[in-house]
C-alpha cells in the first residue's frame, strides 16, 4: 500500500499538474514496489469536475499512469467522492475485477472567484439549499493518491446475498 500528498492549499499548479504530481510519488512509495503497468484500476474522485474544466479526468489520469491495459474512471459524488472512490476499489480488488488499485483524488479551487467556486458548491447541495447564502468559503487545491494492493482474497463471515 502507498499514500501521496500534495502541499495543501493556494497552489500555482494546475490540475493535471497536481494529478500528475500525485500519482507518481504514489507509485515511488509502494511498500514493497510496485510498476504501473501492474495496476489495472485507476480512480479518480473530484468533487465537481468544474473546477477542473476537464470532463475527462480520469482519461488524463490513465495518460499519466502510463498503462494502456488499466481500467480508469472518475467518481464525482461531491463531499463523499474520496470515500465512494476508496469504497469501489475495495469492492473490485475484493471482487476479483483487479488486483493493484490506483485512487486519486484532486480538488482545486483557487483558481476561480469566490462567487463562482461558491455557484459550483452550493449546486452540489440540490435544489431546495441552492438558496441558501453562502459568505465565506475555503478554497484550496491538493492531490491525493492511494494505490490499494490485493494481498489474497478476503475471509468473510458474513452470508451470501441472493
Same mark, same amino acid.
Given at each position: 500500500?502507498? #499514500? +501521496?500528498?500534495?502541499?495543501?492549499? !493556494?497552489?500555482?499548479?494546475?490540475?493535471?499538474?497536481?494529478? $500528475?504530481? @500525485?500519482?507518481?510519488?504514489?507509485?515511488?512509495?509502494?511498500?514493497?514496489?510496485?510498476?504501473?503497468?501492474?495496476?489495472?484500476?485507476?480512480?479518480? &474522485?473530484?468533487?465537481?469536475?468544474? #473546477?477542473?474544466?476537464?470532463?475527462?479526468?480520469? *482519461?488524463?489520469?490513465?495518460?499519466?499512469?502510463?498503462?494502456?491495459?488499466?481500467?480508469?474512471?472518475?467518481?464525482?459524488?461531491?463531499?463523499?467522492?474520496?470515500?465512494?472512490?476508496?469504497?469501489?476499489?475495495?469492492?473490485?480488488?475484493? &471482487?476479483? =475485477?483487479? $488486483?493493484?488499485?490506483? =485512487?486519486?483524488?484532486?480538488?482545486?479551487?483557487?483558481?476561480? &472567484?469566490?462567487?463562482?467556486? *461558491? +455557484?459550483?458548491?452550493? $449546486?452540489?447541495?440540490?435544489?431546495? !439549499? @441552492?438558496?441558501?447564502?453562502?459568505? @465565506?468559503?475555503?478554497?484550496?487545491? @491538493?492531490?491525493?493518491?492511494?494505490?490499494?494492493?490485493?494481498?489474497?482474497?478476503?475471509?468473510?463471515? +458474513?452470508? +451470501?446475498?441472493?
Amino acid at each position: 500500500m502507498s #499514500f +501521496s500528498h500534495t502541499k495543501y492549499g !493556494k497552489l500555482s499548479e494546475d490540475i493535471p499538474t497536481l494529478l $500528475r504530481s @500525485s500519482i507518481e510519488s504514489a507509485i515511488s512509495n509502494v511498500d514493497h514496489g510496485i510498476d504501473p503497468s501492474d495496476i489495472d484500476l485507476l480512480i479518480v &474522485s473530484n468533487l465537481d469536475n468544474q #473546477f477542473a474544466n476537464q470532463h475527462q479526468i480520469g *482519461t488524463v489520469a490513465w495518460g499519466y499512469l502510463g498503462n494502456p491495459r488499466a481500467q480508469a474512471f472518475r467518481i464525482e459524488a461531491a463531499c463523499a467522492s474520496g470515500g465512494m472512490a476508496t469504497h469501489v476499489a475495495k469492492q473490485m480488488i475484493d &471482487s476479483g =475485477v483487479a $488486483r493493484n488499485a490506483l =485512487v486519486v483524488g484532486v480538488e482545486k479551487m483557487t483558481h476561480l &472567484s469566490t462567487g463562482t467556486a *461558491t +455557484s459550483i458548491l452550493i $449546486r452540489e447541495a440540490g435544489p431546495r !439549499k @441552492s438558496t441558501m447564502e453562502l459568505r @465565506s468559503l475555503p478554497r484550496t487545491g @491538493s492531490a491525493r493518491s492511494c494505490i490499494w494492493r490485493n494481498m489474497g482474497r478476503p475471509k468473510t463471515t +458474513s452470508p +451470501s446475498l441472493p
